[in-house]
C-alpha cells in the first residue's frame, strides 16, 4: 500500500509521516484492496476556526472501494486520528459485510447427515 501525504498550507510535524505511515499500515487486516491512499493535510490561519483549525482527508485508491475520511482538530496529529479512526470505522463494516455467513439451520444439517 502506498502512502502520500500533502500539506497544504502547513509544516507537518516531524514524526507525522511516520506515525500516519504506522497507522494506515494496519488498515491492511481488513483484506480490501488498497493500492493507495492519499493524506491531505490542510491549515485554516484564520484564528475564528480555534480547535478545528487543522483539517485532514483521507482517501484510497485500488480495487476496492472508494472510501473517504474527515478529521479536524487543533493540531495535524489530532485531526490525523480522528479521520483514521473514521476510516478504521469504514472498512471494518465492508469487511464485516463481505463476510460468508452460512445461515443453514440445525434441521438442515441434520438432515443431510442422516441421509448420507
Do not use: C
Amino acid at each position: 500500500m502506498q502512502i502520500i501525504i500533502h500539506s497544504h498550507g502547513t509544516a507537518l510535524a516531524m514524526d507525522f509521516s511516520e506515525i500516519s505511515e504506522e497507522r494506515l499500515q494496519r488498515l491492511a487486516r481488513f483484506n480490501i484492496p488498497i493500492d493507495r491512499i492519499d493524506v491531505d493535510v490542510k491549515h485554516q490561519a484564520n484564528p475564528r476556526f480555534g480547535k478545528k483549525s487543522h483539517r485532514v482527508v483521507l482517501t484510497t485508491h485500488g480495487s476496492g472501494p472508494l472510501i473517504r475520511a474527515e478529521g479536524e482538530g487543533f493540531n495535524d496529529l489530532a485531526a490525523f486520528d480522528e479521520a483514521a479512526e473514521a476510516l478504521e470505522l469504514q472498512l471494518r463494516k465492508k469487511h464485516e459485510r463481505a463476510k460468508d455467513f452460512n445461515r443453514e439451520s440445525l434441521r438442515k444439517l441434520r438432515a443431510h447427515t442422516t441421509v448420507d
